[in-house]
């Protein structure tokens, strides 16, 4: 009785094993390419974000993120220094399917972090110009986008790209106030590998099978001499 229980036990092992890195493997293992569009425009007091990850097959498109941390200054000093190191913290939030854009419909979560320069905001004499503070930035992170009975991508995130930020000239003489910004980059997008998942639950079968095998002598069975 103990040895069909034992057997059973092997069985379920075997069963969640593989139920626990198919979505892994539907996922892919390998690196592949991933794009990153974030942009953000002011409206009064609040800084409306708005998130664009491409991948190959597919794209998901976030409205109205939480603000960037530390964030830019709304209204700022002729010679302020502008810092564009910046993270999202961890977000959520869910993407709506569009054909003409090509979103799907998943729940996305993760953080982005992007590392660069910081730039001296110039405040322009002309009242009608702009100042457009732009530099290299590199960015890392993790993302989970899926579906109740999908997993499109579990991992984690890095590349490099282009961040720009925009400042018109505000009421005050020698001040400028936040106009908005862009972050825009590729690089790739890596998957955890199946077979270190399933490392784990061929660990847990052995094991049972072990102690199912070491049990078999004590029941007064033997096992036949090689």
Same mark, same amino acid.
């Given at each position: 009785m103990r040895s069909r229980r034992r057997a059973v036990i092997v069985r379920i092992v075997i069963v969640l094993t593989v139920a626990t890195a198919w979505p892994a493997v539907r996922a892919s293992a390998g690196p592949v390419p991933v794009g990153v569009f974030l942009e953000g425009q002011p409206l009064f007091a609040h800084v409306r974000q708005?998130?664009?990850?491409?991948? %190959?097959d597919f794209n998901v498109e976030l409205s109205d993120m939480t603000r960037f941390s530390p964030g830019f200054c709304l209204e700022c000093g002729d010679g302020a220094s502008v810092s564009l190191t910046q993270t999202t913290g961890s977000f959520s939030g869910h993407s709506i399917a569009n054909a003409a854009l090509g979103t799907i419909d998943?729940?996305?979560?993760?953080?982005?972090?992007?590392?660069g320069p910081?730039?001296?905001?110039?405040? %322009?004499?002309?009242?009608?110009q702009g100042a457009i503070l732009s530099a290299p930035v590199q960015w890392s992170g993790t993302l989970a986008i899926m579906q109740p009975n999908h997993v499109f991508f579990n991992g984690t995130v890095s590349g490099s790209g282009t961040a720009s930020v925009f400042y018109e000239r505000g009421p005050i003489r020698n001040a400028a106030r936040l106009a908005g @910004?862009? @972050?825009?980059?590729g690089g790739l997008a890596v998957t955890p590998e199946p077979s270190s998942l399933l490392l784990i639950g061929t660990g847990l079968v052995w094991l049972a099978a072990r102690r199912q095998r070491a049990a078999l002598p004590r029941k007064g069975k033997t096992f036949p001499s090689t």
């Open positions: 708005e998130l664009t990850l491409s991948f %190959p998943a729940d996305v979560s993760g953080s982005l972090s992007f590392t910081s730039k001296m905001l110039v405040v %322009p004499d002309n009242a009608f @910004y862009q @972050y825009q980059s």
